[in-house]
């Protein structure tokens, strides 16, 4: 087992024609995921990699009877593609894009609330169940099957801190990136509770970072509702505060979203936390 | 993005909110001038993008246009917390009765904006939130449905407004909802709210943010970029797509990924040394971005050392390890270097580096080792 | 309140939907004037808020401003459903290659705006509805979000539009979407919206209605009521706070509250007559507003008999009953009134009823009693 | 017991101040309602007929405890007095306001199925228990306490019918009028329901007219759910097509929302069709 996709996805592209779409579609094809179709629209008919285009996720959806979606859509095109997503039913929408303002990611959010589907992301890696699926733009190789659950709000700080796992021969159930908005569709303690749930997950490592109280919460969750040890590394402890780095979300505000409160929570929750992200390995 | 006092004010202006009739000046003769012109004694602010110009000396009173002309020649070219100050605001000075809060501001965590008000105004938000969190009054707005008149009572109820004011509470609220949504702030805040002599309310100061990710349909509020009043190293940074912050340490970093960047810096200090930035190539890290990167990071004089850090995923190692090696032959670096790559191919990447025999340049396996590689050097030279 | 087919495409118009370059006419001098104007061939369509206006002749295509004028004075003056035609639209006529169907409606089951298209435009939706209802294409729209690029994209792929057709098919469905919300509508209809001879989308014919309970708001739109389309006694009443509603039955109906008003016309039917008119006359029937309701069942020459039926709930059925007694003192009633008076007080209403010995005036105890009566006194005058 | 009003009810009043309002909470207290307070925004402080008047509901409900409020607002602060009703956590919301634009009841309805308390209305004469609570402007004296449940998109043709009722010494649980708004906040469904869980009640009477389709829905509701008997009215057979008989929802649009469709859909679900309202005592 494994959480969010696995050989059962059933993936649509969203932006299959587009550059980025492209290229991850062929990446993903040949890690073996299940690509079924994509959707571009004005594009329907056509065939990119042996794979239908439809002009809607509608037609997508009634067609190829996808579970899971991933975008790659421009971030002014993105919310209404996660609406498409929404409304035709689609379980499970995986946003790749970065830059959609926060305004727009708080009605998205009101409006997932409201349904059945999932959103992981925006300006997310992805997710990755090795040896099974591959959804978004995480290197696939540099994975390998395992007991280990992954979550981090990052993207190459992810795949360093799994690179190290895989180097170390520890594997990983699935690697979650929840992405770096300060507004997303799946936060740490839904992938908590996922992994606290799957029965192959034995161990979990959790990568934070500055901004918001994400962190704090996950903590506390991981105090009152887990059995499994994690692991957690908080980035951005030498970060100013006021200034953005890099990621929307990776902001210290106010005084509050610090590295140091984060870690402090989670020291007090009694789960360790790495100095570095090569300890992760020696720490699990 | 922020923007200046004067910028918010104007802008609060345009819906609805009252401000005091004041105009900014670049030169302390056009100071004497305005300050004629709107008649003392005036206010006189410094325009810069950082906190704490009051305790810097930033903001003046001055009783006569000769006065106004001399605060300003003071306050222009002025240094706060490293930002030159090159405009002042002059405001016609006000007779303050009470000083109120109000802001809005996006609430991640409840993921709605929340509209804040205090009887406290005047000292920022955070430290009133420290001492009397009670004393802050909270509304948070569903975003389909916007600020409800109810919730504006809310509010002046909570601070115990005077009830002759309410309306004018009212005009002002949700003047600074719509501002805020309009131009897809972050955060617009009125702090002071006045209630002056003559009774009436007045935005004696102002503050907004913008969402970088709104800034594709903000085309007015990209125009108010004051680049003048930024390290000219972020404004060359993001024309080239490149995220950086400045700092004040001693080691140049360059990393692709921002949660890589930050545990980047973060090592170097967990290993004595300290980051002189912050700075995400992003994916690819093709050889004119690292260029640029590396004029960047160079035109820092407190850099002594620098730090490469990429991993190398769906781009592989390999082929960053040409990037780097071709963005060296166009910049001259003299400082050292450590060159720290991992991922796919990475030891053909390190081969590469090594074979090139840069006679500053050192490689590393691990990023605990490059990040005491590059803390030595940088103590040594 | 509904628009005239002017009207709404001028509206539509001003949310960028193209449609033909017509005017109207209100004689058929002008109609000649305009036709020679716009250039022929034109369309000279009767502007009537009722349906079938061109079954009943009302819809004529001219090739010369000659057969225009002609045209137009055939048509102007013309009864469509009791509705007289004072005005003509004249539109050039249109190349029509294909009738498409688009038009927003309020789904009060699912709670949302509804937004439907098909390719069988022309006639009218609730026909397709029964005959192919698979080629109505249904997008309900979240009030919150408004109609989003992907539904209009869903539509415009179920109605199998050419797909060079999909930009001008978006620009049209959002123009309609807004115009819909900004009017506070609950129908904005085009029907038929064609491709025309060169390939472009036009919106030939429309419909809007407007929500009465938004009308506060809608100023502009209150502004083009056409108080000439409609009965005069339903703009009388609408002036003097009354509902009112005119049927082809011989038995007035005065009744407080809108459904026992509907109950007691179904009573009119069910003892053998038909009810004249529907009127609600409201909480508390004071004798002026009694007497107002009086003369609008009145001024109706098929009435043979007038039917009161009050209940008295807040106010007294005693107080109900002089404010009649009032009103007739007022208006002069020479036809048969059967009087229902039910409620608290109603003994002593209905022996001031009594009392009053009005001779053409009975009264009754119950729904059914009066109803007959009335029926009886209807057949029998 | 009762459905949604009785002895238990701290009623509080938006609107307290106005013409309405006072008038009518004058009755409410006359009949031996709770009223606890009133709200009119800048008349915070004062005292009306005996009850504190208070600026906002959250106020008035920190103060009083209100479970309930009923609002006599102007069309135009309606919904912002149910929003804040809403807001401010009152359980049970009930609007009399006549003429809210349908649009804006749309976002209300959808606020509201989002939250965990009720409105009853808009457009509506509210509800009344007979002997314990009345709630908006049915007369009191017209009901006497009993086992019949009553609920009307009507006004005055529900008095009608609950005053024939207690004529013939039949007595009502509780009369609720759920408005004759297109978009209301409770429906026929929500009501039959709670009259089928309410023990004391043994019969309902629904009193139905033309518009929408929500009685065709509570004929199926009742044939697939209900035990206990209903006798129904549906006023407008005589109304002509496309022509609002002054409730706002009660048009037939487009061959949908006829009295035949609906007395035929009630008949086909085994329902008794009262011919004229004086026949439902009959027929009970």
């Given at each position: 087992m494994a959480i969010f996709v696995d050989k059962n996805t059933k993936l649509l592209v969203q932006g299959i024609t587009g550059r980025e779409g492209q290229f991850h579609t062929e990446q993903m094809i040949e890690y073996g995921t299940h690509v079924v179709g994509g959707v571009t629209p004005g594009k329907g008919g056509e065939w990119v990699l042996g794979k239908p285009v439809f002009d809607t996720v509608k037609a997508a959806y009634e067609s190829t009877g996808a579970n899971t979606s991933v975008i790659y859509v421009p971030a002014r095109f993105a919310t209404d593609a996660i609406y498409e997503a929404l409304d035709a039913g689609i379980e499970l929408i995986v946003c790749i894009t970065e830059g959609i303002p926060v305004l727009d990611m708080m009605k998205v959010r009101a409006r997932l609330d409201q349904s059945s589907s999932r959103l992981v992301g925006p300006n997310c890696p992805g997710l990755l169940t090795p040896g099974q699926a591959k959804v978004g733009?995480?290197?696939?190789?540099?994975a390998m099957p395992g007991n280990v659950g992954v979550v981090s709000r990052s993207g190459t700080l992810t795949y360093e801190v799994v690179y190290a796992l895989t180097q170390r021969?520890?594997?990983?159930?699935t690697c979650v990136g929840i992405g770096g908005?300060?507004?997303?569709?799946?936060n740490f303690i839904d992938v908590l509770q996922m992994f606290e749930d799957?029965?192959?997950?034995e161990k979990i490592v959790l990568i934070g970072e500055i901004g918001g109280t994400d962190e704090e919460k996950a903590a506390n969750f991981i105090a009152n509702n887990m059995t499994k040890p994690v692991v957690a590394f908080i980035a951005g402890q030498t970060a100013p505060p006021g200034?953005?780095?890099?990621?929307?979300?990776?902001i210290v505000e106010g005084g509050s979203g610090t590295a140091a409160d984060k870690i402090a929570a989670l020291n007090a929750a009694g789960i360790k936390v790495a100095?570095?992200?090569?300890q992760i390995p020696e720490l699990l | 993005m922020n923007l200046h006092e004067y910028q918010s004010k104007f802008r609060f202006a345009d819906y609805g909110i009252p401000i005091p009739k004041g105009k900014v000046a670049h030169t302390a003769e056009e100071a004497y001038t305005i300050a004629k012109d709107i008649g003392p004694p005036v206010v006189i602010k410094a325009q810069v993008l950082t906190g704490g110009r009051g305790k810097a000396g930033g903001v003046k009173l001055a009783r006569t246009p000769e006065e106004a002309q001399q605060c300003a020649s003071t306050i222009l070219g002025m240094d706060i917390n490293g930002h030159e100050v090159l405009k002042v605001l002059l405001d016609p000075a006000s007779d303050i009765q009470a000083e109120i809060y109000l802001g809005v501001t996006n609430d991640r965590a409840a993921r709605k904006p929340l509209i804040m008000a205090s009887?406290?105004?005047?000292?920022?938000i955070e430290t009133v939130n420290r001492l009397?969190?009670?004393?802050i009054i909270r509304e948070h707005v569903d975003p389909f449905l916007g600020l409800r008149d109810y919730q504006i009572r809310n509010l002046a109820y909570g601070i115990e407004l005077?009830?002759?004011l309410w309306k004018q509470f009212a005009t002002i609220a949700k003047g600074l909802y719509r501002c805020y949504i309009a131009s897809d702030a972050t955060l617009a805040e009125i702090n002071p709210l006045i209630i002056d002599g003559s009774g009436n309310l007045l935005a004696v100061d102002g503050k907004m943010s913008i969402d970088d990710s709104a800034l594709y349909r903000q085309p007015e509020l990209v125009e108010m970029r004051?680049?003048?009043?930024?390290?000219a190293a972020e404004t060359e940074a993001r024309a080239a797509g490149l995220s950086y912050v400045k700092l004040d340490g001693e080691i140049g970093c360059m990393v692709n990924g921002a949660g890589l960047a930050m545990a980047t810096m973060d090592m170097t200090k967990l290993f004595g040394g300290s980051p002189a930035n912050f700075l995400d190539i992003g994916g690819g890290a093709q050889a004119d971005k690292v260029a640029v990167a590396l004029r960047i990071i160079l035109a820092?004089?407190?850099?002594?050392a620098v730090l490469f850090n990429i991993f190398g995923g769906i781009t592989r190692v390999d082929e960053v390890a040409k990037g780097i090696l071709d963005a060296l032959a166009e910049v001259q670096v003299d400082l050292p270097m450590v060159v720290r790559l991992v991922g796919t191919n990475e030891e053909e990447g390190r081969r590469l580096i090594e074979e090139a025999a840069i006679p500053n340049m050192v490689s590393a396996a691990t990023l605990a080792d490059a990040a005491r590689k590059a803390v030595a050097a940088a103590q040594a030279s």
């Open positions: 733009i995480m290197p696939g190789h540099i021969r520890i594997g990983q159930t908005d300060p507004v997303n569709g799946t799957d029965p192959e997950t200034k953005r780095m890099g990621h929307a979300g990776a100095e570095h992200p090569e | 009887a406290e105004g005047g000292m920022d009397t969190p009670e004393k005077p009830r002759e004051d680049t003048s009043a930024e390290p820092d004089p407190n850099v002594k």
